[in-house]
């Protein structure tokens, strides 16, 4: 079947995939769900997260898990849809989650939700938006690696016309000496290899654009990233 599709390397991904309990109906069924052009690095991306024996252990074999990745993946891309749209904050947020779940579940990282559901929608590029839920998110997983009882905390609230995201963690903190220079592009406190400097560059780079501010608060046991958005985008912004 992936022959078929003119997948290079198929023979690489099959181990995968049969290993996950797929067949070719729900792999017909994940190729109706997506643009033809997109179906190669969708492939990809189901593969490398399959590949993680914490998520093969706890993933439900069949269509629908296959359509819960696809949409999470279309949800997160704004596939099919213009570059600025009104959004539901939530949704990202969520998308965002289950782009991630692999790394939560394997961190056994607790989940602490406290969203305000009567906030306005945002007009936004979703896309960009999502890259830093990511990028935040991503981080307080790194923040919380080999604690006892690691929790996540996402909070949303309305405050006159802007929107407020916090992403908070119950790790180590950052420390003093550093907090300055967090959003300094290349400059990582990762290993050498695993981190490049650029994540907290850009998400500073995208809310900006977006007319909004970045600002955090950090102590041991309690680092809190707020991000503040405008609910009306202004017209043609810029990044800088």
């Known amino acids: 079947w992936l022959e078929g599709q003119d997948i290079p390397d198929a023979w690489k991904l099959v181990p995968v995939l049969v290993s996950a309990g797929l067949d070719v109906d729900a792999l017909n069924h994940l190729a109706a769900q997506v643009p033809p052009a997109s179906l190669l690095p969708v492939l990809h991306w189901l593969t490398s997260a399959l590949s993680g024996r914490d998520l093969l252990q706890s993933i439900q074999t069949g269509v629908n898990r296959i359509a819960e990745l696809v949409t999470a993946i279309k949800d997160y891309s704004f596939m099919d849809q213009a570059p600025i749209q009104t959004l539901d904050i ?7 989650l289950t782009i991630l779940s692999h790394r939560l579940k394997q961190g056994e990282i607790t ?12 007009q936004a590029y979703g896309s960009e938006l999502n ?11 790194d923040a919380l690696r080999d604690h006892p009882a ?5 909070r949303t609230y309305q405050e006159g016309n802007h929107l407020l995201v916090e992403v908070a963690d119950n790790g180590p903190g950052i420390p003093t000496e550093i907090q300055p220079r967090i959003f300094e592009a290349f400059f990582t406190t990762k290993e050498v290899g695993k981190g490049t400097g650029l994540g907290l560059d850009m998400t500073y780079r995208i809310v900006r654009k977006h007319s909004g501010d970045i600002y ?5 046991g309690n680092t809190r990233f707020h991000v503040r958005l405008p609910t009306l985008l202004p017209s043609s912004p810029k990044i800088s």
């Open 150 to 154: 690691p929790l996540l905390q996402l």
């Open 90 to 96: 939530h949704q990202g947020l969520e998308s965002t």
């Open 216 to 220: 955090f608060d950090s102590a041991p």
């Open 131 to 141: 890259q830093v839920w990511t990028y935040l998110i991503d981080n307080a997983i």
């Open 111 to 122: 989940i602490q939700r406290d969203y305000d559901r009567s906030v306005l929608p945002i």
